[in-house]
């Protein structure tokens, strides 16, 4: 069974930094296209960053490029998502989703609150 | 707002059909693969077409999806009040180099 568990969401400041995790499990790690993908509240969902298998292909969506930095270690079988200078329209849920052509597995999300 | 556009909400009866489209562009539906999610109440989203018109193992028959031009549609037959959720179309978008997906449809089962 495929699974994505996202950890390291929480409170944080304006301005502050927040590194998210996500263990990945059930399937060839390594062989997949991985994703974050954010839903704030009462909004839809948004693409967040998406790296390919051997990290040679990373890409950004333009609200988080040069604040955020998307990583992932095959080994461990897991992903992260280090963020900084974060804003309050960061303010979010953020999913570990699996697949490139189609996003196929979603994790359970953890929530990361940006506030004063 | 979304590169992706649908409609906000649609409503039908038990046991009807309803229909959501989703409108892109060149660089977005015309040319890539549109997926179809669905996101219940307090759970992370669920894939339900992939490559436009494909069933992950699993997805009953009652959800269907197509594609023709720069619109896609999402189909759901014999409504069931379990289908009440969030719908999601979502694609790459080769010029932006980037996952866009649409605002969401609230669908209500009356």
């Known amino acids: 069974e495929v699974q994505l568990v996202a950890s390291g969401g929480g409170l944080v400041k304006p301005g502050g930094s927040l590194r998210l995790s996500c263990a990945a499990s059930g399937f060839i790690f390594s062989s997949y296209t991985m994703n974050w993908v954010r839903q704030a509240p009462g909004k839809g969902l948004e693409w967040v960053s998406s790296?390919?298998?051997?990290?040679?292909?990373?890409y950004y969506a333009d609200s988080v490029k040069g604040r955020f930095t998307i990583s992932r270690d095959n080994a461990k079988n897991s992903l992260s998502l280090q963020m900084n200078s974060l804003r309050a329209d960061d303010t979010a849920v953020y999913y570990c989703?699996?697949?490139?052509?189609?996003?196929?597995?979603w994790g359970q999300g953890t929530l990361v609150t940006v506030s004063s | 707002q979304s590169v992706l556009t649908q409609p906000p909400s649609v409503s039908a009866a038990p046991g009807q059909k309803v229909t959501i489209s989703c409108s892109g562009s060149?660089?977005?539906?015309?040319?890539?693969?549109v997926s179809w999610y669905q996101r219940l109440p307090g759970t992370a989203p669920k894939l339900l077409i992939y490559d436009n018109n494909k069933r992950p193992s699993g997805i009953p028959d009652r959800f269907s999806g197509s594609k023709s031009g720069t619109s896609a549609t999402l189909g759901i037959t014999g409504l069931q009040t379990g289908d009440e959720a969030d719908y999601y179309c979502?694609?790459?978008?080769?010029?932006?180099?980037?996952?866009?997906f649409g605002g969401g449809t609230k669908l209500t089962v009356l």
């Open positions: 979502g694609t790459w978008d080769s010029s932006l180099s980037a996952w866009v």
């Open positions: 790296i390919d298998v051997g990290s040679d292909y990373i």
């Open positions: 989703a699996r697949g490139g052509r189609e996003i196929d597995y």
């Open positions: 060149s660089s977005s539906i015309v040319n890539n693969y």
